[in-house]
C-alpha cells in the first residue's frame, strides 16, 4: 500500500508527465498551424492553438468512452433530466461538463 507521500509524489510526477505532454501538443499544433508563440502571438492565434489542442485532448477522451452513458450520468449529477423537455440551458451545462471530463481524460491518456 503507497504511503501518502508516495501517492503525492507519484500524483506530482503524473501531473508533471501530463503538463509536459500538454505543453508539447501545445508547441506542435502551434507549428502544424504555422503559429509562433509568445509575447508577440495575437489572441486569435492563441484562440486558434488553443481550440485545437481541445479538439485533440476531447479526441483521446472519447476513446474507449461510452458517450451516451457519460451524457446521462454527467445530467444525473448536475441534476437535469434529459430527454424533449430539457432546456438549451440544461443541454448545454450536460455538454460542457461532459467536453471537460473528454479533456481531463484526454490528458490523463498520454499516447
Not at 489572441?43 to 458517450?67: E, F, H, I, Y
Not at 481524460?105 to 499516447?111: A, D, L, P, Y
Request: no cysteine; aromatic share 2%; proline share 0%.
Amino acid at each position: 500500500m503507497a504511503t501518502k507521500s508516495n501517492k503525492t509524489s507519484m500524483n506530482s510526477t503524473n501531473n508533471s508527465n501530463s503538463s509536459n505532454y500538454n505543453n508539447n501538443l501545445k508547441y506542435e499544433i502551434a507549428d502544424e498551424l504555422g503559429v509562433q508563440l509568445g509575447g508577440d502571438a495575437t489572441a486569435r492565434d492563441n484562440g486558434r492553438v488553443g481550440g485545437q489542442v481541445t479538439k485533440q485532448l476531447v479526441s483521446r477522451g472519447q476513446q474507449n468512452t461510452d458517450r451516451e452513458s457519460m451524457k446521462y450520468e454527467t445530467a444525473e449529477e448536475l441534476g437535469i433530466q434529459m430527454g424533449a423537455d430539457a432546456t438549451a440551458r440544461e443541454n448545454g451545462r450536460v455538454g460542457g461538463s461532459i467536453t471537460k471530463k473528454l479533456v481531463n481524460k484526454g490528458k490523463g491518456s498520454n499516447n
